[in-house]
T-cell receptor, first 111, second 112 residues
Framework: SQQGEEDPQALSIQEGENATMNCSYKTSINNLQWYRQNSGRGLVHLILIRSNEREKHSGRLRVTLDTSKKSSSLLITASRAADTASYFCATDGQSTDKLIFGTGTRLQVFP | KAGVTQTPRYLIKTRGQQVTLSCSPISGHRSVSWYQQTPGQGLQFLFEYFSETQRNKGNFPGRFSGRQFSNSRSEMNVSTLELGDSALYLC???????????FGNGTRLTVT
């Protein structure tokens, strides 16, 4: 399968804590993207990091990319109950023109 | 700008029937992609259309087909429905291939 793997599969934390999700993938990429999905809804794009970038920030989000290990991490700082959702990484492979999604991490933030 | 619109929101069909799902992309977006989401398989890429041409196709049987019209609206069709086709079907648009995707809220298809 070309899908990336994310871990953990599920994560439960308290409001105010930080949440870290990891993504591993298999092929060389042009870029890696992170998306959020609230239950039963469509996905929302969060951030895109290109293969020549190592770290990117957007508000409370911090994404890192290690192309030598074919892995990425998403850190959400000072989490809120509204951050409760599933988070997916997606890779835009160099040998394909399609975005392939990982298996997702289900994040639960308790007030 | 209006977001990606998918219709219908919910659909119940019987095995053996066929179904057509519709997607209206964000104005100006020429690329439309379709994904199938199930609890067991996650998000699986179906196909991508760009300027009325199928640019990419995933590993789905020929029962799954699609098309894109000159106004960028897209439809996907599933013929001879099977129980395993029950899923959330998501459409996403983008200005061009490789750009971040803008998703609709999906069509939930239940096959009985």
């Amino acid at each position: 399968s070309q899908q990336g793997e994310e871990d953990p599969q599920a994560l439960s934390i308290q409001e105010g804590e930080n949440a870290t999700m990891n993504c591993s993938y298999k092929t060389s990429i042009n870029n890696l993207q992170w998306y959020r999905q609230n239950s039963g809804r469509g996905l929302v794009h969060l951030i895109l990091i290109r293969s020549n970038e190592r770290e990117k920030h957007s508000g409370r989000l911090r994404v890192t990319l290690d192309t030598s290990k074919k892995s990425s991490s998403l850190l959400i700082t000072a989490s809120r109950a509204a951050d409760t959702a599933s988070y997916f990484c997606a890779t835009d492979g160099q040998s394909t023109d399609k975005l392939i999604f990982g298996t997702g991490t289900r994040l639960q933030v308790f007030p | 700008k209006a977001g990606v619109t998918q219709t219908p929101r919910y659909l119940i069909k019987t095995r053996g029937q066929q179904v057509t799902l519709s997607c209206s992309p964000i104005s100006g977006h020429r690329s439309v992609s379709w994904y199938q989401q199930t609890p067991g398989q996650g998000l699986q890429f179906l196909f991508e259309y760009f300027s009325e041409t199928q640019r990419n196709k995933g590993n789905f049987p020929g029962r799954f087909s699609g098309r894109q019209f000159s106004n960028s609206r897209s439809e996907m069709n599933v013929s001879t429905l099977e129980l395993g086709d029950s899923a959330l079907y998501l459409c996403a648009s983008s200005p061009e291939t490789g750009s971040p995707l803008h998703f609709g809220n999906g069509t939930r298809l239940t096959v009985t």
